[in-house]
């Protein structure tokens, strides 16, 4: 390969992994979450709570974690059910979908947590 060529892969190789982590982040919560958070992020009024737009997703990308970690209120613990890597993709979809704007965790910053 040319160093043109490498370099040009360095660059992209970086973005093209995001999309893929952001597609399976999306494709996770779908699974694991939306049944009570909605595929819209929206929840259901009064039972489960939004997501979009909602100050603690806003917040620190760790305590979202936490929460799937730990669970909370009717939430479930998805410790043991999901990966590090898994949670962390859930985590990055949410806080960075339906208008939320966050910076991403890592799977190892969520394996220190458990």
């Given at each position: 390969?040319?160093?043109?060529?490498?370099?040009?892969?360095?660059?992209?190789?970086?973005?093209?992994?995001?999309?893929?982590?952001?597609?399976?982040?999306e494709?996770?919560?779908?699974?694991?979450?939306?049944?009570?958070?909605?595929?819209?992020?929206?929840?259901?009024?009064d039972?489960?709570?939004?997501?979009?737009?909602s100050?603690?997703?806003?917040?620190?990308g760790?305590?979202?974690?936490?929460?799937?970690?730990?669970?909370?209120?009717?939430m479930?613990?998805?410790?043991g059910?999901?990966?590090?890597?898994?949670?962390?993709?859930?985590?990055?979809?949410?806080?960075?979908?339906?208008?939320?704007?966050?910076e991403?965790?890592?799977?190892?910053?969520?394996?220190?947590?458990d």
């Amino acid at each position: 390969m040319t160093n043109r060529l490498l370099l040009c892969l360095f660059l992209l190789l970086p973005a093209a992994v995001a999309r893929a982590a952001a597609g399976d982040g999306e494709q996770l919560f779908l699974a694991n979450c939306a049944e009570c958070h909605q595929g819209d992020g929206r929840g259901l009024p009064d039972v489960y709570p939004a997501l979009a737009g909602s100050e603690v997703v806003r917040g620190s990308g760790l305590d979202v974690a936490l929460v799937m970690l730990i669970g909370r209120g009717e939430m479930p613990s998805f410790k043991g059910s999901l990966s590090a890597a898994e949670i962390a993709a859930i985590v990055n979809y949410v806080r960075n979908a339906w208008g939320n704007e966050g910076e991403a965790v890592t799977a190892a910053q969520i394996a220190r947590l458990d």
